[in-house]
């Protein structure tokens, strides 16, 4: 770097004037503004960032099939915007059900009733219902006859424990409560279906298969009320349907 003198007499009353030539090293390089990007984990949090640090006549709120994202001034063009984003992210709950009503899931006899043990009556209706008529199974040491008789919406066994024999009836269909998106607190009533494998040979336990073909419906209605609750805790803000382009 080369340093100089300089004294520029029109400038009257000026002291000595020292010019610098040359380039500064990276660490005094000038900075570069790269904007605040901001990550809410539920509706309120996302809503209160907005509300705190976007400017409401200026501002722009994105709803996806995956994330809010808010563009909080989109007058700015000299250098990246500032921008609040939510993720939808799956509750934990959800996520012990993910197998199940995503693409269904085939359980053992004891491994379905260990799963059923996890939940209780405010998860699953008529828990205690399911949960004994699946035990059932725990002591059958023959299933005879057709154990797909259809009786009241249930599957009907004949089954043979020792010398006695008996009925045991599994329901086609039972209901689960399941929060799908962590912090929402809504839950999503849900109809999942049981379907049975039948045993190929004397002593074989049935398999169950439980599915949730309704859930692409679910998670849409999930949406739609997270989509709902931000838009009454954002009310006046521009909130549109899609995503920014670039």
């Known amino acids: 770097m080369e340093i100089k003198n300089l004294v520029m007499p029109e400038l ?23 904007g605040y990007q901001y990550k809410a984990l539920d509706v309120t949090s996302f809503s209160m960032l907005v509300k705190s640090k976007g400017v409401q006549e200026a501002a722009v709120i994105f709803a996806d099939t995956n994330k809010f994202k808010a563009i ?14 939510m993720p939808y992210t799956y509750s934990v709950q ?12 085939v359980f053992k006899v004891k491994e379905l009733i260990d799963y059923i043990k996890r939940c209780d009556n ?13 035990k059932n199974f725990r002591y059958v040491s023959n299933i005879t006859g057709d154990f797909t008789f259809d009786n009241r919406n249930n599957y009907t066994f004949c089954v043979k424990v020792k010398d006695a024999e008996g009925l045991v009836r599994i ?16 839950l999503q009533c849900m109809e999942i279906e049981v379907e049975i494998e039948q045993p190929k040979q004397a002593g074989e336990e049935p398999l169950f298969q439980l599915r949730c073909p309704k859930f692409p419906r679910y998670l849409e209605t999930a949406r739609e009320a997270l989509c709902d609750q931000m838009r009454s805790e954002l009310n006046g803000w521009l909130v549109v349907n899609g995503s ?3």
């Open 94 to 105: 959800m996520e012990e059900w993910r197998p199940v009503l995503e693409k269904g899931h």
């Open 12 to 34: 009257e009353g000026t002291k000595e004037i020292i010019v610098y030539e040359g380039q500064a090293p990276n660490k005094l390089s000038p900075f570069d503004y790269q």
């Open 244 to 246: 920014p382009e670039y």
């Open 72 to 85: 909080l001034d989109d007058r700015v063009i000299d250098r990246e915007q500032d921008t609040v984003i």
């Open 171 to 186: 329901p086609q269909v039972f209901f689960a409560n399941i929060e799908i998106y962590k912090n929402s607190g809504w």
């Open 122 to 134: 405010k998860v699953i209706e008529d828990f205690d219902v399911l949960l004994d008529a699946v």
